[in-house]
């Protein structure tokens, strides 16, 4: 019968009991003092049991272990003597069988794991400052572990524990029982693998399948692989209890015990490591444990990156990187003129959904039917001396008159006598165009007053989204006029109400232009969407954005109810009358932002311009305009950042897909907002651009981030190799 044990007992006259450390089912394990090394503490193991194949099995996990000290591996508990030195005969007895190795000073893997968790549940009622809490929501993208284990501790000991068992391997030793409880923390933080009562050798003898004896099939539920459970251990059968060991660290539960949405509370290069490593199938898990230990090293790096204490700021850096590269990337595109056409059709689409202003009470149109083909002179007699008697503001004439009409000496005689005692009467002529293919026009005969143009800027698609102010001079051209004919009926128009009067500037030099309370700015090429350096238009003019007010733009009469009604002065006093067609030529469509959606003939035209101008000098409505470089720069990195930030920030690519879409559709309101409210038109299809761009760029980084750190790792190794062949 076998004594017991207890303390300030000696064994073999030298191992003075000093208190018991743990025990098993069949063995115990007591830190001792020894009698002949000074005093120095140590540890031994004692057998409880007098069973021969427990004994055998017992001096076994000491051989393997003593075979393990040849390695000097400090992750592997060390031995130094077993009793009795040689295996006793069947019928001999001896009261104790225990073996001496070094005392490992810590706390055990799973008493660590049970504390840690403790401990943040006791203080999750703890509430974190807002400062803290606003930092780890934005900048962890996968959150700090549920325990005050930190995922920097788990990276170390993943690398040790797997370089462990790449020695264990090594001796063609098997460890069997890998589990917290097997696992001790030295205070320096590292770990030291004990207890290899479950380990077997692999030699010669080692049958491929174990029989049903109990110790050779020992094992611990929730961490044993399948194929060890069914009794065949191997090598792979250590890679699976390694990984229910990490699991269990990260988690604080038994592996049984898991919620099946664990994968995705952790990073990805960590999950799909621990996956592999636990997967139930042996064939596809790590090769072996060089392999093993090989992909452990460089994800314990990728997780001391992500989780280093600047670790926020190195990710807030490499997602600027990324806004960065995607932002000037796209503006370079823009600047090649590629996107015009699309930022163009963008463009067209927010003005569609601008409010409609309704017509603007300060013009009436006096529409010219279409059967009259040329207006004669005394026609325009009868209407305008009609209108003159009514004190209209402006008379506007947005007609070619140079073409053959009816007319005689005595009709032309009145029609020169009204310009002459009215200087409130305007004209409008057109340039030909730099090509030829469209002919000068005068206007004839000419009022007293100074005569404007009507040329309408097109864009490649033809349709008209800008508004030309200043022409340039051209000693060739008939037009003589270097005022568009919307800015002089515009100026006479607020004269009385802020003195405003045209001065002529040089569009070659002159880029601002002041009307009223408004300074214009000249719209450039390499400004909004105009990237495309083709475009003649741009060349010595002084234009703006056409800012359309409504599809119907104003109240129109025909000349027939004009010169048949009594009362008038209700309709023509203080306001601004244009004569023209108002109804369509369907030869000549104009093409407007609001597309096949409302049809605007060319008075109709003129009389959005000259509403515009008024309602901007007058501060009724902002100055429709691109945004300038800087604006549009720091607007499309802003945009690149925040969807970078985005896609780094957000782990599933379902995630990803909600997210760009709800970002796409959210800058798609900004946008027209501001048209809307303060008339800046920033460019939405770089931003789309740039934010699908920089989305992907960021959910890729991080999501291969693993995979770069890997190859830099393959790298710096081959690049060490290198420097170690150089030294011999």
Request: net charge neutral; aromatic share 10%.
């Amino acid at each position: 019968m076998m004594e017991d044990l207890y303390e300030k007992k000696v064994l073999e006259n030298r191992y003075k009991l000093i208190k018991q450390l743990g025990k098993g089912r069949f063995a115990e394990v007591w830190e001792v003092t020894d009698s002949l090394a000074k005093g120095k503490t140590k540890a031994i193991k004692v057998l409880n049991s007098q069973d021969t194949e427990h004994i055998k099995l017992f001096r076994k996990e000491f051989l393997n272990l003593w075979d393990l000290n040849d390695l000097n591996c400090d992750l592997i508990v060390r031995v130094e003597a077993i009793y009795p030195k040689e295996m006793l005969e069947e019928d001999s007895f001896i009261d104790h069988h225990f073996f001496v190795m070094e005392k490992v000073e810590g706390i055990s893997l799973e008493n660590l794991i049970t504390k840690s968790f403790t401990e943040i549940d006791q203080t999750n009622n703890r509430k974190l400052s807002f400062g803290k809490s606003l930092w780890q929501f934005l900048f962890c993208r996968y959150p700090p572990l549920r325990s005050q284990i930190t995922y920097r501790e788990v990276a170390d000991w993943l690398e040790q524990l797997t370089k462990a068992l790449q020695h264990i391997h090594k001796q063609k030793i098997i460890h069997c029982d890998i589990k917290p409880a097997n696992i001790m923390i030295t205070p320096n933080g590292n770990i030291k693998l004990i207890d290899f009562g479950a380990s077997m050798l692999t030699d010669s003898r080692y049958p491929v399948e174990f029989d049903t004896q109990s110790l050779t099939r020992q094992y611990t539920f929730g961490y044993v692989a399948p194929e060890q459970q069914n009794g065949q251990a191997l090598f792979a059968s250590d890679f699976y209890s390694l990984g229910q060991t990490i699991l269990s660290t990260i988690t604080g539960q038994i592996p049984p015990q898991l919620a099946n949405n664990w994968r995705s509370q952790f990073p990805t290069e960590l999950t799909d490591f621990l996956l592999k490593a636990t997967n139930p199938d042996h064939t596809k898990r790590h090769l072996n444990a060089r392999n093993l230990h090989k992909e452990a090293k460089l994800l314990a790096q990728s997780l001391r990156q992500k989780y280093a204490q600047w670790n926020g700021l190195t990710q807030v850096t490499a997602v600027l990187i990324i806004a960065a590269i995607a932002t000037f990337g796209t503006l370079f595109v823009r600047s090649t003129g590629s996107l015009q056409n699309l930022e163009l059709k963008a463009y067209d689409q927010m003005i569609q959904r601008r409010p409609d202003l309704g017509a603007d009470p300060r013009i009436l149109i006096i529409d010219v039917p279409r059967d009259i083909k040329a207006i004669s002179d005394q026609d325009l007699v009868d209407i305008l001396s009609k209108l003159v008697d009514e004190h209209p503001r402006v008379i506007g004439i947005p007609l070619i008159r140079d073409e053959e009409r009816k007319s005689n000496p005595e009709s032309l005689a009145k029609l020169k006598k009204i310009y002459q005692q009215h200087a409130n009467i305007f004209g409008l002529c057109e340039h030909a165009d730099s090509d030829g293919k469209k002919l000068s026009y005068p206007f004839s005969p000419k009022p007293n007053t100074d005569l404007g143009f009507g040329n309408t800027p097109l864009d490649q698609d033809d349709t008209l989204r800008r508004h030309l102010l200043i022409y340039r001079n051209s000693p060739m051209d008939e037009c003589k006029a270097t005022a568009s004919f919307s800015l002089l009926i515009a100026h006479h128009y607020l004269r009385s109400d802020l003195q405003s009067d045209y001065k002529s500037i040089n569009p070659m030099t002159d880029k601002n232009y002041t009307l009223g309370k408004a300074t214009f700015q000249s719209l450039e090429i390499g400004q909004g969407a105009y990237q495309d350096s083709k475009m003649e238009e741009f060349n010595n003019l002084f234009q703006i954005m056409l800012d359309y007010r409504s599809p119907h733009i104003a109240q129109t009469i025909s000349i027939k109810q004009f010169l048949s009604a009594k009362k008038t002065s209700n309709l023509i006093k203080d306001r601004i009358i244009l004569i023209g067609r108002a109804s369509i030529d369907r030869g000549a469509i104009n093409i407007t932002p609001y597309g096949n959606l409302v049809e605007v003939s060319n008075v109709e035209l003129t009389a959005h311009r000259i509403s515009q101008l008024i309602s901007i000098a007058k501060g009724e409505r902002p100055i429709l305009s691109p945004a300038s470089f800087i604006v549009d720069f720091l607007w499309t990195l802003g945009v690149a950042c925040i969807s970078g930030f985005l896609g780094w920030r957000i782990n599933s690519r379902m995630g990803q897909v909600i997210t760009i879409s709800i970002l796409i559709i959210s800058l798609s309101n900004i946008c027209s907002f501001i048209l809307i409210t303060q008339g800046i038109w920033l460019g939405y299809v770089p931003i789309i651009i740039v934010a699908i761009i920089a989305n992907f760029g960021g959910f890729i980084y991080t999501r291969y981030q693993y995979k770069f750190t890997n190859l830099w790792g393959i790298c710096e190794h081959f690049k060490s190799s290198n420097n170690s062949s150089n030294k011999f």
